[in-house]
């Protein structure tokens, strides 16, 4: 696989969580900084949460933290319920 494909694909996972999130009433937005990694911004009153897509041996995964419970396969259909609820 390119690295542009990788790019592209973990572009496309962010903006799908994006769009499932928003569908649960959350307030959600891409955010593509220049050489570096790009996150999801979930609004969250607390302050935002940082959401990152990784591949790790050929699975995609959502990542707001370092530890174990802090990520999801990002093809998980809970995924994006499981984001929710750390966003409340």
Excluded: C
Aim: charge should be positive; avoid cysteine; glycine fraction near 8%.
């Amino acid at each position: 696989m390119k690295a542009h494909n990788g790019q592209e694909e973990q572009f496309i996972h962010l903006v799908r969580l994006a769009w499932d999130l928003h569908k649960r009433g959350l307030d959600a937005a891409v955010d593509l900084p220049s050489r570096k990694e790009p996150v999801l911004l979930v609004t969250r009153p607390s302050g935002p949460l940082r959401v990152m897509a990784l591949v790790r041996n050929g699975t995609w995964f959502f990542t707001w933290g370092r530890g174990r419970d802090q990520r999801v396969r990002a093809l998980a259909g809970e995924a994006a319920e499981r984001l929710w609820e750390v966003a409340q």
